[in-house]
């Protein structure tokens, strides 16, 4: 089966400090994997994916993610954190399984930034 | 502007009623989705659908129906039968065709209350 793990429930950074936000994956398969940030009461918006090609992904407001096929993650990275940054992010993968229409989301990860 | 909306944003009702939540998009993507949020508990599937007059059971439809009728409509009735019908439930489209390529278009959520 399918799935994607978020080893932290919440990530702490001090403003200007580089954060990174784990995700480990687990697909038959090439990986589909997404990043995804959830400001309070809001829907999902989109970050950066990896589909193929480069393992350094980059995406919207600076972030970044590195995909390692050999550990078998996908973590999200920002070189100089902001408060603003401070939301839920979720790491996500294609079900291939079903044609790639469903997604499977990890339990999220609450980052703070701390001024 | 393109994108999803889902009305109302906040929606309460007496526990034994059916209630629909409303979701449109001009994207004109083909496949649509319903998620419910729960805290700490990431997103769940509750139904998809990849294209007009076709949808599927997420991992969670229990108590819940839907209808696609129209390529930017997907509504969502939360039936009596759901015993846990209060969460925070989401909209989600992407283009049908190679899905497992793009990211899914969220809408801003309606929160349901049921007591």
């Known amino acids: 089966a399918q799935s994607v793990a978020q080893p932290e429930d919440q990530v702490n950074v001090a403003e200007g400090n580089p954060l990174t936000v784990k995700c480990t994956y687990s697909?038959?398969?090439?990986?589909?994997l997404f990043w995804y940030v959830q400001y309070p009461n809001r829907g999902l918006q989109f970050l950066l994916k990896?589909?193929?090609?480069?393992?350094l992904v980059k995406g919207s407001y600076g972030f970044e993610a590195e995909f390692n096929k050999s550990q078998t993650s996908f973590h999200l990275k920002k070189p100089s954190a902001l408060v603003s940054d401070s939301a839920l992010y979720f790491c996500?993968?294609?079900?291939?399984?079903?044609?790639?229409?469903?997604?499977?989301f990890g339990a999220g990860t609450r980052l703070f930034v701390k001024a | 502007d393109g994108g999803i909306t889902q009305s109302p944003k906040y929606l309460f009702r007496k526990e034994g009623q059916n209630v629909t939540l409303s979701c449109e998009q001009n994207l004109n993507h083909d496949a649509m989705y319903w998620y419910r949020q729960d805290p700490g508990q990431g997103l769940r599937l509750i139904y998809y659908?990849?294209?007009?007059?076709?949808?599927q059971k997420g991992d969670i439809a229990e108590g819940y129906s839907v209808s696609r009728e129209k390529k930017e409509s997907f509504p969502l009735t939360v039936t009596s039968a759901q015993k846990n019908p209060t969460a925070f439930y989401l909209c989600?489209?992407?283009?049908?065709?190679?899905?497992?390529?793009?990211?899914?278009?969220f809408g801003p959520g309606t929160r349901l209350t049921v007591t």
């Open positions: 659908s990849q294209i007009v007059n076709d949808f």
């Open positions: 697909v038959s398969g090439n990986p589909y």
């Open positions: 996500a993968v294609r079900d291939m399984a079903t044609g790639g229409f469903k997604t499977i």
């Open positions: 989600a489209s992407s283009p049908g065709l190679a899905a497992s390529l793009y990211e899914q278009y």
């Open positions: 990896y589909i193929t090609g480069d393992n």
